[in-house]
Protein backbone atom coordinates (compact mmCIF):
# COMPACT_ATOMS: atom_id res chain seq x y z
CA UNK A 1 0.00 0.00 0.00
CA UNK A 2 1.29 3.60 -1.27
CA UNK A 3 0.36 6.69 0.87
CA UNK A 4 0.61 10.08 -1.08
CA UNK A 5 0.00 13.44 0.83
CA UNK A 6 -1.07 16.42 -1.44
CA UNK A 7 -2.95 18.49 0.82
CA UNK A 8 -0.53 21.90 0.38
CA UNK A 9 -3.44 24.00 -0.06
CA UNK A 10 -6.32 21.91 1.65
CA UNK A 11 -8.34 23.41 5.06
CA UNK A 12 -7.65 20.17 7.71
CA UNK A 13 -11.37 18.67 8.60
CA UNK A 14 -12.26 18.90 12.20
CA UNK A 15 -10.63 16.64 14.39
CA UNK A 16 -13.93 16.09 16.06
CA UNK A 17 -15.40 13.76 13.57
CA UNK A 18 -12.06 11.92 13.49
CA UNK A 19 -12.92 11.79 17.23
CA UNK A 20 -16.55 10.54 16.52
CA UNK A 21 -15.53 7.97 14.41
CA UNK A 22 -12.63 6.39 16.36
CA UNK A 23 -15.44 5.91 19.13
CA UNK A 24 -18.45 5.21 16.36
CA UNK A 25 -16.68 4.38 13.10
CA UNK A 26 -17.69 0.39 13.13
CA UNK A 27 -21.30 1.68 13.82
CA UNK A 28 -20.81 3.82 10.90
CA UNK A 29 -19.57 0.95 8.41
CA UNK A 30 -22.47 -1.53 9.64
CA UNK A 31 -25.04 1.33 8.62
CA UNK A 32 -23.59 2.91 5.61
CA UNK A 33 -22.64 -0.89 4.33
CA UNK A 34 -25.89 -2.15 2.64
CA UNK A 35 -25.85 1.16 0.22
CA UNK A 36 -21.83 0.52 -0.15
CA UNK A 37 -22.59 -3.01 -1.29
CA UNK A 38 -25.14 -1.30 -4.07
CA UNK A 39 -22.75 1.25 -5.13
CA UNK A 40 -19.92 -1.57 -5.74
CA UNK A 41 -22.68 -3.71 -7.59
CA UNK A 42 -23.94 -0.97 -9.98
CA UNK A 43 -19.94 -0.01 -10.62
CA UNK A 44 -19.29 -3.60 -12.36
CA UNK A 45 -16.30 -3.74 -10.83
CA UNK A 46 -13.77 -6.58 -13.04
CA UNK A 47 -10.40 -8.18 -12.33
CA UNK A 48 -7.97 -5.87 -13.15
CA UNK A 49 -9.59 -2.75 -12.94
CA UNK A 50 -8.17 0.62 -12.10
CA UNK A 51 -10.55 2.14 -9.35
CA UNK A 52 -10.32 5.71 -7.78
CA UNK A 53 -12.64 5.80 -4.16
CA UNK A 54 -13.49 9.44 -4.22
CA UNK A 55 -14.02 10.34 -0.26
CA UNK A 56 -12.72 7.05 0.63
CA UNK A 57 -13.14 8.00 4.24
CA UNK A 58 -11.92 4.83 6.86
CA UNK A 59 -11.31 2.77 3.67
CA UNK A 60 -14.49 0.34 3.71
CA UNK A 61 -15.49 0.64 -0.14
CA UNK A 62 -11.86 0.93 -0.78
CA UNK A 63 -10.86 -2.44 0.73
CA UNK A 64 -14.40 -3.72 -0.81
CA UNK A 65 -13.31 -2.72 -4.49
CA UNK A 66 -9.70 -3.98 -4.07
CA UNK A 67 -11.09 -7.44 -3.42
CA UNK A 68 -13.02 -7.34 -6.19
CA UNK A 69 -10.57 -5.90 -9.01
CA UNK A 70 -8.08 -8.53 -7.60
CA UNK A 71 -4.10 -8.76 -7.44
CA UNK A 72 -3.74 -7.48 -11.03
CA UNK A 73 -6.11 -4.42 -10.02
CA UNK A 74 -5.54 -1.23 -8.12
CA UNK A 75 -7.76 0.86 -6.08
CA UNK A 76 -7.07 4.44 -4.68
CA UNK A 77 -8.76 5.84 -2.22
CA UNK A 78 -8.60 9.77 -1.76
CA UNK A 79 -9.92 11.81 0.89
CA UNK A 80 -9.18 15.35 2.22
CA UNK A 81 -8.81 14.12 5.94
CA UNK A 82 -5.81 12.77 7.04
CA UNK A 83 -6.99 11.62 10.15
CA UNK A 84 -9.72 9.38 8.08
CA UNK A 85 -6.82 8.34 5.88
CA UNK A 86 -4.89 6.93 8.99
CA UNK A 87 -7.76 4.86 9.81
CA UNK A 88 -8.29 3.33 5.99
CA UNK A 89 -4.11 2.71 6.28
CA UNK A 90 -5.23 0.62 9.12
CA UNK A 91 -8.01 -1.07 7.65
CA UNK A 92 -6.02 -2.00 4.93
CA UNK A 93 -3.38 -3.05 6.26
CA UNK A 94 -5.55 -5.61 8.25
CA UNK A 95 -7.30 -6.58 5.35
CA UNK A 96 -3.73 -7.87 3.95
CA UNK A 97 -5.04 -6.04 0.54
CA UNK A 98 -1.72 -5.24 -1.30
CA UNK A 99 -3.38 -3.14 -4.55
CA UNK A 100 -4.50 -0.25 -2.71
CA UNK A 101 -3.14 3.57 -2.74
CA UNK A 102 -4.39 5.96 -0.36
CA UNK A 103 -3.91 9.59 -1.70
CA UNK A 104 -4.48 12.67 1.02
CA UNK A 105 -6.03 15.50 -1.32
CA UNK A 106 -9.17 16.75 -2.68
CA UNK A 107 -10.74 15.36 -6.00
CA UNK A 108 -12.18 18.60 -7.12
CA UNK A 109 -8.37 19.80 -7.84
CA UNK A 110 -6.26 16.87 -8.01
CA UNK A 111 -4.31 15.97 -11.06
CA UNK A 112 -5.38 12.73 -12.11
CA UNK A 113 -3.47 11.28 -15.23
CA UNK A 114 -6.37 11.52 -18.35
CA UNK A 115 -8.15 8.02 -18.69
CA UNK A 116 -6.37 6.36 -15.68
CA UNK A 117 -9.35 4.80 -14.45
CA UNK A 118 -11.87 2.22 -15.13
CA UNK A 119 -14.46 3.05 -12.58
CA UNK A 120 -14.88 6.16 -10.03
CA UNK A 121 -16.81 4.97 -6.88
CA UNK A 122 -18.17 7.06 -3.74
CA UNK A 123 -19.98 6.14 -0.46
CA UNK A 124 -21.30 9.43 0.74
CA UNK A 125 -18.34 10.98 -0.97
CA UNK A 126 -19.11 13.85 -3.44
CA UNK A 127 -21.66 16.68 -1.58
CA UNK A 128 -18.57 18.63 -0.62
CA UNK A 129 -16.85 19.61 -3.56
CA UNK A 130 -16.53 23.56 -3.52
CA UNK A 131 -17.62 23.67 -7.29
CA UNK A 132 -19.34 20.35 -8.37
CA UNK A 133 -19.37 20.94 -11.94
CA UNK A 134 -15.12 21.36 -11.50
CA UNK A 135 -15.21 18.70 -9.18
CA UNK A 136 -16.95 15.91 -11.56
CA UNK A 137 -15.27 17.36 -14.94
CA UNK A 138 -12.15 16.40 -13.14
CA UNK A 139 -13.66 12.93 -12.29
CA UNK A 140 -14.59 12.46 -15.75
CA UNK A 141 -11.45 13.54 -17.67
CA UNK A 142 -9.75 10.46 -15.40
CA UNK A 143 -12.19 7.92 -16.95
CA UNK A 144 -11.12 5.82 -19.57
CA UNK A 145 -13.29 5.61 -22.57
CA UNK A 146 -16.50 3.31 -21.76
CA UNK A 147 -15.93 4.10 -17.86
CA UNK A 148 -18.10 4.50 -15.70
CA UNK A 149 -18.97 6.69 -12.25
CA UNK A 150 -21.24 5.11 -9.47
CA UNK A 151 -21.88 6.72 -6.54
CA UNK A 152 -24.45 6.63 -3.55
CA UNK A 153 -25.02 10.25 -2.36
CA UNK A 154 -28.25 11.51 0.31
CA UNK A 155 -31.30 12.28 -0.15
CA UNK A 156 -33.23 14.90 1.92
CA UNK A 157 -33.42 14.53 5.35
CA UNK A 158 -37.04 14.51 5.38
CA UNK A 159 -36.58 11.78 2.36
CA UNK A 160 -34.68 9.21 4.47
CA UNK A 161 -36.69 7.64 7.03
CA UNK A 162 -34.43 7.50 9.78
CA UNK A 163 -33.34 10.97 9.86
CA UNK A 164 -36.58 11.93 9.22
CA UNK A 165 -37.94 10.40 12.53
CA UNK A 166 -35.42 11.77 14.45
CA UNK A 167 -36.28 15.54 13.31
CA UNK A 168 -40.06 15.15 13.42
CA UNK A 169 -39.69 13.61 16.98
CA UNK A 170 -36.95 16.48 17.91
CA UNK A 171 -38.79 19.48 16.06
CA UNK A 172 -41.46 20.29 18.92
CA UNK A 173 -38.25 21.17 21.15
CA UNK A 174 -35.54 22.09 18.87
CA UNK A 175 -37.78 23.50 15.94
CA UNK A 176 -37.42 22.54 11.95
CA UNK A 177 -34.35 21.66 10.79
CA UNK A 178 -33.07 24.16 8.15
CA UNK A 179 -31.55 22.69 5.33
CA UNK A 180 -28.36 24.49 4.13
CA UNK A 181 -28.75 26.23 0.53
CA UNK A 182 -28.73 23.32 -2.25
CA UNK A 183 -25.51 25.44 -3.73
CA UNK A 184 -23.65 25.08 -0.35
CA UNK A 185 -21.38 21.98 -0.17
CA UNK A 186 -22.53 19.45 2.38
CA UNK A 187 -24.64 16.29 3.19
CA UNK A 188 -27.78 17.42 2.12
CA UNK A 189 -25.98 19.22 -1.79
CA UNK A 190 -27.62 16.97 -3.82
CA UNK A 191 -31.16 17.10 -2.14
CA UNK A 192 -32.49 18.21 -5.81
CA UNK A 193 -31.53 15.06 -7.90
CA UNK A 194 -32.41 17.12 -10.63
CA UNK A 195 -29.77 19.39 -10.06
CA UNK A 196 -27.47 16.18 -9.56
CA UNK A 197 -28.22 15.68 -12.90
CA UNK A 198 -27.58 18.87 -14.51
CA UNK A 199 -24.55 19.16 -12.99
CA UNK A 200 -23.49 15.65 -14.40
CA UNK A 201 -24.40 16.80 -18.16
CA UNK A 202 -22.77 20.11 -17.47
CA UNK A 203 -19.61 18.27 -16.15
CA UNK A 204 -19.26 15.85 -19.22
CA UNK A 205 -21.22 12.56 -18.17
CA UNK A 206 -23.94 11.06 -19.97
CA UNK A 207 -25.86 7.74 -19.62
CA UNK A 208 -27.12 9.11 -16.52
CA UNK A 209 -29.26 6.66 -14.09
CA UNK A 210 -30.45 7.99 -10.85
CA UNK A 211 -32.87 6.01 -9.01
CA UNK A 212 -33.83 6.05 -4.94
CA UNK A 213 -32.31 3.30 -3.03
CA UNK A 214 -34.38 2.58 0.39
CA UNK A 215 -32.68 -0.01 2.39
CA UNK A 216 -33.14 -1.35 5.83
CA UNK A 217 -30.18 -0.83 7.94
CA UNK A 218 -29.07 -1.60 11.61
CA UNK A 219 -29.03 1.49 14.01
CA UNK A 220 -27.55 -0.18 17.62
CA UNK A 221 -28.38 -2.69 20.00
CA UNK A 222 -30.99 -0.92 21.40
CA UNK A 223 -33.10 2.67 21.61
CA UNK A 224 -30.67 3.08 24.84
CA UNK A 225 -27.12 2.66 22.35
CA UNK A 226 -28.29 4.90 19.79
CA UNK A 227 -29.33 8.04 21.71
CA UNK A 228 -25.93 7.63 22.92
CA UNK A 229 -24.53 7.45 19.34
CA UNK A 230 -26.85 10.68 18.41
CA UNK A 231 -25.63 12.46 21.04
CA UNK A 232 -22.08 11.64 19.98
CA UNK A 233 -22.69 13.11 16.68
CA UNK A 234 -20.52 16.45 16.46
CA UNK A 235 -23.39 17.68 14.04
CA UNK A 236 -25.89 16.99 16.76
CA UNK A 237 -24.08 18.32 19.87
CA UNK A 238 -23.49 22.02 17.63
CA UNK A 239 -27.35 21.96 17.31
CA UNK A 240 -28.10 21.48 20.91
CA UNK A 241 -25.08 23.99 21.95
CA UNK A 242 -26.67 26.67 23.98
CA UNK A 243 -30.32 24.94 24.00
CA UNK A 244 -31.87 25.01 27.26
CA UNK A 245 -31.83 21.90 29.33
CA UNK A 246 -35.70 21.37 29.06
CA UNK A 247 -35.04 21.90 25.57
CA UNK A 248 -32.50 19.50 25.21
CA UNK A 249 -34.46 16.40 27.36
CA UNK A 250 -37.34 17.12 25.59
CA UNK A 251 -36.03 16.39 22.88
CA UNK A 252 -33.76 13.72 23.78
CA UNK A 253 -36.80 11.91 25.23
CA UNK A 254 -39.40 12.33 22.02
CA UNK A 255 -36.66 11.04 19.97
CA UNK A 256 -36.41 7.89 22.55
CA UNK A 257 -40.13 7.34 22.14
CA UNK A 258 -39.81 7.54 18.62
CA UNK A 259 -37.33 4.99 18.57
CA UNK A 260 -39.41 2.40 20.55
CA UNK A 261 -41.45 1.04 17.56
CA UNK A 262 -37.94 -0.12 15.42
CA UNK A 263 -36.52 -1.51 18.01
CA UNK A 264 -36.36 -5.53 18.52
CA UNK A 265 -34.42 -9.07 18.66
CA UNK A 266 -32.19 -7.51 16.04
CA UNK A 267 -31.63 -4.26 17.28
CA UNK A 268 -32.84 -1.01 16.21
CA UNK A 269 -33.58 -1.96 12.76
CA UNK A 270 -34.71 1.58 10.42
CA UNK A 271 -34.69 2.59 6.60
CA UNK A 272 -32.14 4.50 4.89
CA UNK A 273 -33.08 6.19 2.11
CA UNK A 274 -30.22 7.65 -0.80
CA UNK A 275 -29.49 8.71 -4.63
CA UNK A 276 -27.73 5.85 -6.14
CA UNK A 277 -26.36 7.37 -9.24
CA UNK A 278 -24.44 5.85 -12.46
CA UNK A 279 -23.17 7.51 -15.28
CA UNK A 280 -20.64 7.51 -17.77
CA UNK A 281 -18.19 10.36 -19.57
Known amino acids: MKNTDDTANQTEPDDAMAAFWREH ?41 ARQVGPSGTVIGV ?18 VTNVELVAADAQVYRFRDGDFDAVISRGGTMFFADPVAAFSNLARCLRSGGRLAMVVPRGPYDDPWIA ?16 SLDEPGPFAFVDGDRLDHILEAAGFRTIDRRVLTLPVRIGTDVDDVIGYLLAQPEVQTLLAGRSDGQVSGA ?19 EMSGWLVTARP
Open 79 to 96: DISKPMLEFAAARVAAAG
Open 25 to 65: GDREDIMDGPHGVAMLRAARLRAGDRVLDVGCGAGATTVDA
Open 165 to 180: TILTAAAPHLGTMDVR
Open 252 to 270: VAAVRQALVPYAGPDGVVM
